[in-house]
């Protein structure tokens, strides 16, 4: 095989580039213009959790540091589950709640109602009745800071 001269190499990386960006071009072309339907539109309305507070479209409220932020399906009204840090309590929020998830070893149920421009949000704590005392100051605090969105 015969050894290429620093101009034959030059000249082979100039047409490597000039492929190279051919390529690039041809491809591109490839991208779609619009965005396809099913990445468009997302079902549901929007919930927007940023570090502790939670906001829908009916509601927005602070809900207590460290829990967790559980959203409801898309395909049901706007309602959250906020869970303790270590997995004791649950508290629950949304439009007229009639069901409440089930939590093992919780005792006491709390529940509190808000009304907010005619719509009814209701609120319900589940934990074991030893800590209630430590967690009914924050579900209260939770009520409290629910609004309107």
Same mark, same amino acid.
């Given at each position: 095989?015969?050894?290429?001269?620093?101009?034959?190499?030059?000249?082979?990386?100039?047409?490597?580039?000039?492929?190279?960006? @051919?390529?690039?071009?041809?491809?591109? &072309?490839? @991208?779609?213009?619009?965005?396809?339907?099913?990445?468009?539109?997302t079902?549901?309305?929007?919930?927007? @959790?940023?570090?502790?507070?939670y906001?829908?479209?009916?509601?927005?409220?602070?809900y207590?540091? !460290?829990?967790?932020?559980?959203?409801? &399906?898309?395909?049901?009204?706007?309602?959250?589950?906020?869970? &303790?840090?270590?997995?004791s309590?649950?508290?629950?929020l949304?439009?007229?709640?009639?069901?409440?998830?089930?939590?093992?070893?919780?005792?006491t149920?709390?529940i509190?109602?808000?009304?907010?421009? !005619? =719509?009814?949000?209701?609120?319900?704590?589940? =934990?074991?009745?030893q &800590?209630l005392?430590?967690?009914?100051?924050?579900?209260e605090?939770?009520? =409290?800071?629910?609004?309107?969105?």
């Amino acid at each position: 095989m015969k050894n290429l001269s620093h101009k034959d190499t030059k000249k082979l990386k100039m047409c490597l580039c000039f492929v190279s960006l @051919v390529l690039c071009l041809f491809f591109s &072309a490839c @991208v779609p213009a619009r965005v396809p339907p099913q990445l468009a539109y997302t079902p549901g309305p929007p919930v927007k @959790v940023a570090g502790h507070l939670y906001r829908s479209t009916l509601f927005t409220v602070e809900y207590p540091p !460290g829990w967790d932020a559980i959203t409801s &399906a898309a395909s049901s009204p706007p309602s959250a589950i906020f869970v &303790a840090p270590d997995h004791s309590a649950l508290i629950t929020l949304g439009l007229d709640i009639e069901e409440v998830p089930a939590l093992a070893g919780a005792d006491t149920v709390e529940i509190r109602r808000v009304i907010l421009g !005619g =719509t009814h949000i209701t609120a319900v704590l589940r =934990t074991p009745d030893q &800590a209630l005392d430590n967690l009914l100051p924050l579900f209260e605090q939770l009520v =409290t800071s629910i609004r309107q969105t």
